[in-house]
């Protein structure tokens, strides 16, 4: 251009392209499921408890596959996919169920799906069975239990770590609660039949989520696969079919809740802050972030059941009552607390101890508004550990019904003291 040219105006910057998937959406699909979640939890119709149950997968879908990382899409199809497979044998079962109720005098000879009515009538015990699996299947996809769980590593490293604490802190307990009230109460015949195998899966859960667990280099994978550890807890101590071992159960799941959660959360805002969740990219956080270190080790000790943690009492509780039935079971199951230790403790000294690392340095400690999102989990954590009562008096009451209900007591634990007593006052040997 000529020098005597006036000089062209600068360009108008250009506008910032709106991202396809707004925050607000984000925001929305989480209420959404949220209320799909509590709709789960308190349906007292068994069709509606089905409609709940197949919604829910919606929202987490979009979180997943829209605002996940590394193979969201292929993750988000997988456990859309899982689910539904499950959702369409429970449908069955459900739609049985409905036929059976026409047919049965307790609810007047008219097809029913209210629970309260459902429980009463009388199947024989080859339906009983078939009816279990359909239901069972489905929640065993659903919480996960070994050999179900494969999309729950996926999806929890895809997701965004929001989501992340939702799907393995609440939406996966929609599985072992299912289990406990219409597996249990539908099908009590079913649900004994079939103890021995859900036994055997549970403890291989057990050993199989640990160990693989240990060699996880990602963050998130290494959790997913230690829920799916503490998930072979849970069922064990539901059909252990002992009070102990079902109200250890119960509490396990609001523990598992409260411990993975704050793990997830944590582990977020390590994400953010360093924009991966690979372990070894870590190093010497704990000199640079102590407080957000100290938060994530107590964390990481609830998830192998540290006393003095709310989940020792759960984990406890379900050995004790496995114990009193299944005895080589809850001793194959014990090594699950010593690879707990070996996957937990490892993982912190890697992330968290040793030289810090030239990209750690300048990484901010716990902002007030992180901390608090993630100290009234680690607060409950302590306080239920050090004072359970007010809890499992919340969830004893219900135990002894779900007991009566399947027509199960304790096992009478043998007395050798009473029975040399008995065989003196008869005047025989003991």
Same mark, same amino acid.
């Given at each position: 251009p000529s020098p005597t040219a006036p000089a062209a105006a600068p360009a108008a910057p250009a506008a910032t392209p709106r991202p396809r998937h707004s925050v607000e959406t984000y925001f929305s699909l989480m209420l959404v499921l949220e209320t799909m979640m509590i709709g789960v939890f308190a349906a007292t119709?068994?069709?509606?408890?089905?409609?709940?149950?197949?919604?829910?997968? /919606?929202?987490?879908?979009?979180? /997943?596959?829209?605002?996940?990382?590394?193979?969201?899409?292929?993750?988000?199809?997988?456990?859309?996919? =899982?689910?539904l497979f499950g959702g369409l044998l429970m449908l069955v079962a459900v739609i049985a169920l409905y036929v059976y109720s026409a047919g049965s005098a307790a609810t007047g000879?008219?097809?029913?799906?209210?629970?309260?009515?459902? @429980?009463? @009538?009388?199947?024989s015990p080859t339906v009983q069975k078939w009816l279990f699996l359909g239901f069972f299947i489905a929640f065993a996809i659903k919480a996960p239990l070994w050999p179900f769980h494969t999309w729950l590593p996926d999806a929890a490293a895809a997701a965004p770590p929001g989501a992340a604490v939702l799907l393995v802190g609440v939406l996966d307990k929609v599985g072992t609660f299912g289990m406990l009230r219409y597996c249990f109460e539908l099908f009590p015949s079913g649900a004994k039949y079939f103890t021995p195998l859900v036994i055997t899966l549970s403890v291989i859960g057990i050993l199989y989520g640990a160990i693989v667990a240990i060699g996880q280099q990602s963050m998130k994978r290494l959790i997913a696969y230690t829920s799916v550890s503490h998930f072979g807890f849970i069922a064990l101590g539901i059909f252990a079919m002992?009070?102990?071992? @079902?109200?250890?159960?119960?509490?396990y799941m609001v523990n598992h809740g409260f411990a993975t959660g704050a793990l997830f959360i944590l582990a977020g805002f390590l994400i953010a802050r360093r924009g991966t969740d690979r /372990?070894?990219? =870590?190093?010497? @956080?704990?000199?640079?972030?102590?407080?957000?270190?100290?938060?994530?080790?107590?964390?990481g000790l609830a998830m192998l059941s540290l006393p003095g943690l709310s989940t020792f009492v759960s984990e406890f509780l379900v050995l004790i009552g496995t114990f009193s039935r299944y005895k080589v079971a809850a001793v194959i199951a014990t090594a699950g607390i010593i690879l707990a230790a070996i996957y937990v403790l490892w993982m912190?000294?890697?992330?968290?101890?040793?030289p810090v690392r030239d990209e750690v340095k300048g990484m901010p400690d716990l902002r007030p508004r992180e901390l608090l999102a993630v100290a009234p989990l680690v607060v409950l954590l302590i306080g239920a550990g050090v004072y359970p009562k007010p809890v499992l008096d919340i969830i004893n009451p219900a135990v002894r019904v779900t007991m009566t209900q399947v027509h199960t007591t304790d096992p009478k634990p043998a007395h050798p003291a009473s029975n040399t007593l008995t065989a003196v006052q008869k005047g025989t040997s003991p």
């Amino acid at each position: 251009p000529s020098p005597t040219a006036p000089a062209a105006a600068p360009a108008a910057p250009a506008a910032t392209p709106r991202p396809r998937h707004s925050v607000e959406t984000y925001f929305s699909l989480m209420l959404v499921l949220e209320t799909m979640m509590i709709g789960v939890f308190a349906a007292t119709d068994v069709f509606l408890f089905y409609v709940f149950f197949e919604a829910m997968l /919606i929202p987490m879908y979009f979180m /997943i596959g829209s605002y996940g990382g590394g193979r969201r899409q292929y993750a988000a199809v997988k456990f859309l996919l =899982y689910s539904l497979f499950g959702g369409l044998l429970m449908l069955v079962a459900v739609i049985a169920l409905y036929v059976y109720s026409a047919g049965s005098a307790a609810t007047g000879h008219h097809g029913t799906f209210l629970f309260s009515e459902l @429980v009463h @009538v009388a199947l024989s015990p080859t339906v009983q069975k078939w009816l279990f699996l359909g239901f069972f299947i489905a929640f065993a996809i659903k919480a996960p239990l070994w050999p179900f769980h494969t999309w729950l590593p996926d999806a929890a490293a895809a997701a965004p770590p929001g989501a992340a604490v939702l799907l393995v802190g609440v939406l996966d307990k929609v599985g072992t609660f299912g289990m406990l009230r219409y597996c249990f109460e539908l099908f009590p015949s079913g649900a004994k039949y079939f103890t021995p195998l859900v036994i055997t899966l549970s403890v291989i859960g057990i050993l199989y989520g640990a160990i693989v667990a240990i060699g996880q280099q990602s963050m998130k994978r290494l959790i997913a696969y230690t829920s799916v550890s503490h998930f072979g807890f849970i069922a064990l101590g539901i059909f252990a079919m002992t009070s102990q071992g @079902v109200s250890g159960a119960t509490f396990y799941m609001v523990n598992h809740g409260f411990a993975t959660g704050a793990l997830f959360i944590l582990a977020g805002f390590l994400i953010a802050r360093r924009g991966t969740d690979r /372990i070894a990219d =870590y190093g010497g @956080v704990q000199s640079v972030a102590p407080v957000l270190a100290g938060l994530f080790l107590v964390s990481g000790l609830a998830m192998l059941s540290l006393p003095g943690l709310s989940t020792f009492v759960s984990e406890f509780l379900v050995l004790i009552g496995t114990f009193s039935r299944y005895k080589v079971a809850a001793v194959i199951a014990t090594a699950g607390i010593i690879l707990a230790a070996i996957y937990v403790l490892w993982m912190y000294q890697r992330a968290m101890n040793g030289p810090v690392r030239d990209e750690v340095k300048g990484m901010p400690d716990l902002r007030p508004r992180e901390l608090l999102a993630v100290a009234p989990l680690v607060v409950l954590l302590i306080g239920a550990g050090v004072y359970p009562k007010p809890v499992l008096d919340i969830i004893n009451p219900a135990v002894r019904v779900t007991m009566t209900q399947v027509h199960t007591t304790d096992p009478k634990p043998a007395h050798p003291a009473s029975n040399t007593l008995t065989a003196v006052q008869k005047g025989t040997s003991p």
